[in-house]
């Protein structure tokens, strides 16, 4: 079975914060794959990133960047100079490449983050 | 190009009564997700098609939920004899192929099921 856990259910920090969004998951497969998604208020899921579990390189994407880690099975999300259009509820997820789960997407519950001006 | 998109944006129906959501996903992808998501929770896993087939639906919670994808674009989403715990988000994503390297799903702006 497939797990994402996101052990923070609320952040808030101030603009131009740094904060970071926590993911770990739990899978029996050695290929898959790991993503982010944003949900602002109006509901929406945005694809963010998507990484393979080969593929351990670190991240920057803008303000963006992604630590992959397998060895904690960790995939962490960190935002540089939060803005508050920043603000949204975040989700990890996980998909296998491979086997019965192939395909589908296992979600954290998500990290409502705010950004206060 | 336009994105997914699915209709009604917001059902109101009466406990015991039928629905139908539909999903028109991007054009070219053959993979199509369903999925529902309560408040306050990470959307959970319905069923997903590949082409008209549906590949995996083990995640349709009961026989009441049933989902078609007859030729290969558009899905609906069917369900029967709604109860209140089927108060939801319905949220429809398509991407270019199941599984491969192109697996990111993408997004339609989802159906907000309310069963009185």
């Known amino acids: 079975a497939q797990k994402v856990t996101q052990a923070q259910t609320e952040i808030s920090v101030v603009e131009k914060e740094d904060v970071t969004l926590d993911c770990v998951y739990e899978?029996?497969?050695?290929?898959?794959?790991l993503f982010w998604y944003k949900q602002p208020p109006s509901g929406e899921l945005v694809f963010l990133i998507r990484r393979n579990s080969f593929d351990e390189q670190n991240e920057i994407s803008g303000r963006y960047s992604w630590n992959f880690q397998k060895s904690t099975s960790s995939f962490n999300f960190t935002i540089t100079a939060s803005q508050v259009v920043d603000s949204a509820v975040y989700f990890c997820?996980?998909?296998?490449?491979?086997?019965?789960?192939?395909?589908?997407?296992?979600f954290g519950d998500g990290t409502t983050l705010t950004v206060k001006p | 190009g336009a994105g997914v998109s699915q209709t009604p944006s917001n059902k109101v129906t009466e406990k015991g009564k039928y629905v139908e959501l539909r999903c028109d996903p991007i054009?070219?992808?053959?993979?199509l997700y369903w999925y529902r998501q309560s408040l306050g929770q990470g959307p959970e896993f319905l069923i997903y098609f590949q082409g008209t087939g549906a590949a995996d639906d083990s995640g349709l919670p009961n026989d009441r939920f049933f989902a078609v994808r007859p030729e290969g674009s558009v899905s609906t989403l069917k369900i029967q004899r709604t109860e209140r715990g089927d108060s939801a988000m319905y949220l429809c994503?398509?991407?270019?192929?199941?599984?491969?390297?192109?697996?990111?799903?993408?997004f339609g702006p989802g159906t907000r099921l309310t069963v009185l």
């Open positions: 899978t029996r497969d050695t290929t898959y794959y």
């Open positions: 994503a398509s991407s270019p192929s199941l599984g491969g390297t192109y697996n990111e799903q993408f």
């Open positions: 054009s070219g992808h053959t993979a």
């Open positions: 997820a996980l998909s296998e490449a491979r086997g019965t789960n192939a395909g589908k997407s296992t």
